[in-house]
């Protein structure tokens, strides 16, 4: 590319022998652009935000799963001991 093009692309100026002229643009490029990319973006920002929200419920559960784990093996034993002594009674 030279430097007449590289100009072009910034200036959105068409320039010949007679002189430049500005290039119209059109109302796509001034409004369903920058909607298409916002709305890319709000999508990608949902889906991160989605599988964070996900990986951080899912240690929650884990840790709770543990915990509850860890009182209900206190709990079955204290069960089958008052099982045990409940049964010698009756």
Known sequence: MDASTLSNLVRREKCNEEGC????????????IPVIIGVVLFIIVFVALFFIVRRKRQQTKKREADEAAKID??????RAAFRAQAGRKT
């Open 21 to 32: 002229e500005e290039m119209p643009v059109s109302n796509w490029q001034k409004t369903g």
């Open 73 to 78: 093996l206190d709990d079955v034993e204290d």
